[in-house]
T-cell receptor
Framework: DTGVSQNPRHKITKRGQNVTFRCDPI?????LYWYRQTLGQGPEFLTY????????KSRLLSDRFSAERPKGSFSTLEIQRTEQGDSAMYLC????????????????FGPGTRLTVL | EDKVVQSPLSLVVHEGDTVTLNCSYE??????LLWYKQEKKAPTFLFML????IEKKSGRLSSILDKKELFSILNITATQTGDSAIYLC???????????FGGGTRLMVKP
């Protein structure tokens, strides 16, 4: 399967613990995005990378949230000192760079990591 | 700030019915509008629309964009129970660096 993959699929943690999620994008995609989705809402943009550069991070929800994409392939999203309000589905998506080879920006999503903070 | 509003919030129909889902938007430097279907997992891409008045079609699903009135509709004809899902509308600005999603329309198709 050459789609976007995310691990773990589910994570249950206690308040105050740190968690890290991984996303592996579609191999030829150089853009990678993170979104958060809470119940009954559409996904909410958090941050994105083009290759290894993080080009937008002002939408990260607090300084407890950070993301990396060290070699321009997989990415990790870390939440430090988790709070119950962090419980949500964390979605990763990938795309080609808009404008290259006529591409727009269809983003293809992974299955998500569902986080529950107790 | 970019904004997307979808209506109705939810819809219950019977198999064979035709449904129309609505999406209105406000976005600075519009680039494209996208429709996704979400069942119990990640959103699945359906359509991307960039030009007004050109219908995109895939089987029983079709969609059209009106850039003057800032809205799009998604039509599903001859609905089936497998169409039950949340349908999400999203817009992209010209930078193409993020999608702004609406809250979705929850469609339930009863046998």
């Amino acid at each position: 399967d050459t789609g976007v993959s995310q691990n773990p699929r589910h994570k249950i943690t206690k308040r105050g613990q740190n968690v890290t999620f991984r996303c592996d994008p579609i191999s030829e995609h150089n853009r990678l995005y993170w979104y958060r989705q809470t119940l009954g809402q559409g996904p909410e943009f958090l941050t994105y990378f083009q290759n290894e550069a993080q080009l937008e991070k002002s939408r990260l929800l607090s300084d407890r949230f950070s993301a990396e994409r060290p070699k321009g392939s997989f990415s990790t999203l870390e939440i430090q000192r988790t709070e119950q309000g962090d419980s949500a589905m964390y979605l990763c998506a990938s795309s080609l760079v808009p404008g290259l080879a006529g591409a727009y920006n269809e983003q293809f999503f992974g299955p998500g990591t569902r986080l529950t903070v107790l | 700030e970019d904004k997307v509003v979808q209506s109705p919030l939810s819809l219950v129909v019977h198999e064979g019915d035709t449904v129309t889902l609505n999406c209105s938007y406000e976005v600075t430097n519009f680039r494209s509008l996208l429709w996704y279907k979400q069942e119990k997992k990640a959103p699945t891409f359906l359509f991307m629309l960039t030009s007004s008045g050109i219908e995109k079609k895939s089987g029983r699903l079709s969609s059209i964009l009106d850039k003057k009135e800032l809205f799009s509709i998604l039509n599903i004809t001859a609905t089936q129970t497998g169409d039950s899902a949340i349908y999400l509308c999203a817009v992209s600005n010209n930078a193409g660096n993020m999608l702004t999603f609406g809250g979705g329309t929850r469609l339930m198709v009863k046998p």
